[in-house]
Structures are given as C-alpha cells and as structure tokens.
T-cell receptor, first 116, second 116 residues
Framework: EAGVAQSPRYKIIEKRQSVAFWCNPI?????LYWYQQILGQGPKLLIQ????????DSQLPKDRFSAERLKGVDSTLKIQPAKLEDSAVYLC??????????????FGPGTRLTVL | AQTVTQSQPEMSVQEAETVTLSCTYD???????LFWYKQPPSRQMILVIR??????QNATENRFSVNFQKAAKSFSLKISDSQLGDTAMYFCAFIVHRGSDDKIIFGKGTRLHILP
C-alpha cells in the first residue's frame, strides 16, 4: 500500500513570497490533515478535511494560509505571503475515517520550508 | 484547555537497556484516546502504541508498553531491550472525542538516543 505522498520535500523562499505544498493521501482515506511542526515542537494541526469539506481550521492563520481539497482526494496548502516564522516542517496525514478513535493517522514525509 | 506535557526534552540510554518516557496530559473530558508516535530522523511519523482511556489494561506492542494512570493523567512509554533503530523523537498525543470529529494534540516530544 502506497503511503501519504508530499511534495516538494524541501523549499527555500524569501519572506513575502508565496509557496504551495501538495499532499496525496492514502487511497480511500476520507480524512486529510495538515500540520505545522516548528523545530523543537510537536505538530500543530492547521486544518482537517473530511472528504472535500473543512472540519477544523481553527488554528489556520487565514490571513496568509489557505488550503483546499477540491475533489476529496489530494490537497494543497498555500502560504501567501510567507513570513520568517513560517519556517517549519509541514506534515500531511490521512486516516480512513474522520477522527482517529479507531483509525490510525498515517503521516507523509513532510515538506521542510525555510523562509529567509 | 487540553495540554500534553513531556518533561524530558532529551534522553540517552545504552543499547539493550530499558527506558521510560514520561507524559502527562490535562483534560476535563472522559472519552479520549492516547498515543505515542515515533519520528525518526527521516521525519516520517509512525504510530507506536495507542491506549483507549476507558480500558484499564495497559497496552503492549512487542517491546513497547505503556503505564496508563488515568487518575494521575499520566501515560508513560516503556521501551524494553532498546535498539539502535529506536533512536527518534517520541511524541505523546491524545484525542478528545468531540462528536463528529476528533482533534489530536501533541506534546513537544522527547528526543531519544540509543547508544551502541
């Protein structure tokens, strides 16, 4: 079974530039998560999709971050414009059904973003 | 507020020794699930072990076991016969059941070094 795919693996941009990350979840997984992991910290949930609908985006900085999952499969996360404090690893995860009470979240390898 | 605290930022043990990673959490909910995730240097996060809060019996997965003390809100991970491949960041996390969706909250992690 193929895992969660993410691209690019690394990205370096200057502040005020825009950047987009892509995630392809495991086939058949209805729920998709984007996390931000700042160095030395645990992952912080940015947004959670159930199919193509948003379940939770309470910690997404909506003035600069946006995410979509138009067809309920793959997803993109965009930052526009980027700030220095956005430097982090962005992790995508998926699970079979909404909530992980009985379903494990599977994580992708992440995208390491450096904002200069 | 729901919080997860991992009080050991970094630990080192000799190969084949047993090591215990501590985790405490705070929630007023009664229905929740606890997890330990492992993040090796390659960054792919994988689930190590999970515990349902309503179960009194401690979960065990091969060399990994937990000591779940619900009243004390403590959830420690014990790794027996540690191996070099156990070197990684370990994150304690829990999910509070909120109805139709669940939100996972991670601790800041413990960096574990297994020394040859």
């Amino acid at each position: 079974e193929a895992g969660v795919a993410q691209s690019p693996r690394y990205k370096i941009i200057e502040k005020r530039q825009s950047v987009a990350f892509w995630c392809n979840p495991i086939s058949g997984h209805a729920t998709l998560y984007w996390y931000q992991q700042i160095l030395g910290q645990g992952p912080k949930l940015l947004i959670q999709f159930q199919n193509n609908g948003v379940v939770d985006d309470s910690q997404l900085p909506k003035d600069r971050f946006s995410a979509e999952r138009l067809k309920g499969v793959d997803s993109t996360l965009k930052i526009q414009p980027a700030k220095l404090e956005d430097s982090a690893v962005y992790l995508c995860a998926s699970s079979y059904y909404g909530g992980t009470r009985n379903n494990e979240q599977f994580f992708g390898p992440g995208t390491r973003l450096t904002v200069l | 507020a729901q919080t997860v605290t991992q009080s050991q930022p970094e630990m080192s043990v000799q190969e084949a020794e047993t090591v215990t990673l501590s985790c405490t959490y705070d929630t007023s909910e009664n229905n929740y699930y606890l997890f330990w995730y492992k993040q090796p240097p390659s960054r792919q996060m994988i689930l190590v072990i999970r515990q349902e809060a309503y179960k009194q019996q401690n979960a065990t997965e091969n060399r990994f076991s937990v000591n779940f003390q619900k009243a004390a809100k403590s959830f420690s991970l014990k790794i027996s016969d540690s191996q070099l491949g156990d070197t990684a960041m370990y994150f304690c996390a829990f999910i509070v059941h909120r109805g139709s969706d669940d939100k996972i909250i991670f601790g800041k992690g413990t960096r574990l070094h297994i020394l040859p």
